[in-house]
C-alpha cells in the first residue's frame, strides 16, 4: 500500500490557487516526497520532488512541514488543463525506488 | 525536452500470442522500469532494470513476462503467451542517478482478444 494519504477529490476554480494536502506521517529522514499527476490514462507526470526544504518549478510549489508529515502541492493559477488525478509519493523503502501509486486525488478545475 | 516514447500506442493481440512493448528511454538514464494500469485501477509496478539485469520484480511479473535492453536506446517488455487479464495500458520509465524523477512515457494499451 501507499505510504502517503490524500483527499479522493477536489475543486478549483480556474484561475485560482490550488492546494493539494498529502499526509506521509512514517516517512524516514532521507525519502523525498514526489507528486506526479495523471490526465485520463495518458502516462504519470512528473510535477516536483522535495526532501525537506520549499521547493518551486515552472509548474508548481511544494510546501514541506517542518517535521515532514505533511506536505501541500500549490498550483498557482490553475487551469482548465489541470484537471487529472494527483498523486503524492513517497518511495517504499530505502531498499527499492519502485513507485507506489495510491488513489491520488481528482482535481476538477471549473470555468 | 528530452522525454521517454513507447510504441506502439495500441496493441491488439490475440490470447496466447506473443506480444513485445517497446520503450525508448531517456538517453542519458540508467534505470529502467515497467508499469501498468488496468481500467480504473491504480498504476501498479512490474519491474526495475539496471546495468542490464533486473533489479526488482513484482508479483505480476511472472515467467510470462521479461525484459530486455537490446540495444544502447530500446528497453523492451515481452509478454509470451498473453492472457486476457493482460489488457491494460503499459507504461515504460526512466530515471537518472540519485534522487532524479522517473519520467514516464505516455503508453501502450494492450487489448488481449
Known amino acids: 500500500d501507499a505510504k502517503t494519504t490524500q483527499p479522493p477529490s477536489m475543486d478549483c476554480a480556474e484561475g485560482r490557487a490550488a492546494n493539494l494536502p498529502c499526509n506521509h506521517s512514517?516517512?524516514?529522514?532521507?525519502?523525498?516526497v514526489y507528486w506526479y499527476r495523471q490526465i485520463h490514462s495518458q502516462g504519470p507526470q512528473y510535477i516536483i520532488h522535495?526532501?525537506?526544504n520549499n521547493e518551486t518549478n515552472e509548474m508548481a510549489s511544494l510546501i514541506i512541514t517542518e517535521d515532514r508529515k505533511s506536505s501541500t502541492l500549490i498550483l498557482p493559477h490553475a487551469t482548465l488543463r489541470d484537471t487529472a488525478v494527483y498523486y503524492c509519493?513517497?518511495?517504499?523503502?530505502?531498499?527499492?525506488?519502485?513507485?507506489?501509486f495510491g488513489t491520488g486525488t481528482r482535481l476538477q478545475v471549473f470555468p | 525536452e528530452p522525454e521517454v516514447t513507447q510504441t506502439p500506442s495500441h496493441q491488439v493481440t490475440q490470447m496466447g500470442q506473443e506480444v513485445i512493448l517497446r520503450c525508448v528511454p531517456i538517453s542519458n538514464h540508467l534505470y529502467f522500469y515497467w508499469y501498468r494500469q488496468i481500467l480504473g485501477q491504480k498504476v501498479e509496478f512490474l519491474v526495475s532494470?539496471?546495468?542490464?539485469?533486473?533489479?526488482?520484480k513484482s508479483e505480476i511479473f511472472d515467467d510470462q513476462f521479461s525484459v530486455e535492453r537490446p540495444d544502447g536506446s530500446n528497453f523492451t517488455l515481452k509478454i509470451r503467451s498473453t492472457k486476457l487479464e493482460d489488457s491494460a495500458m503499459y507504461f515504460c520509465?526512466?530515471?537518472?542517478?540519485?534522487?532524479?524523477?522517473?519520467?514516464f512515457g505516455d503508453g501502450t494499451r494492450l487489448s488481449i482478444l
Open positions: 512514517t516517512i524516514s529522514g532521507n525519502e523525498y
Open positions: 509519493i513517497v518511495r517504499y523503502s530505502l531498499d527499492t525506488d519502485k513507485l507506489i
Open positions: 522535495g526532501l525537506k
Open positions: 532494470f539496471y546495468n542490464n539485469e533486473i533489479s526488482e
Open positions: 520509465a526512466s530515471r537518472g542517478v540519485g534522487d532524479q524523477p522517473q519520467h
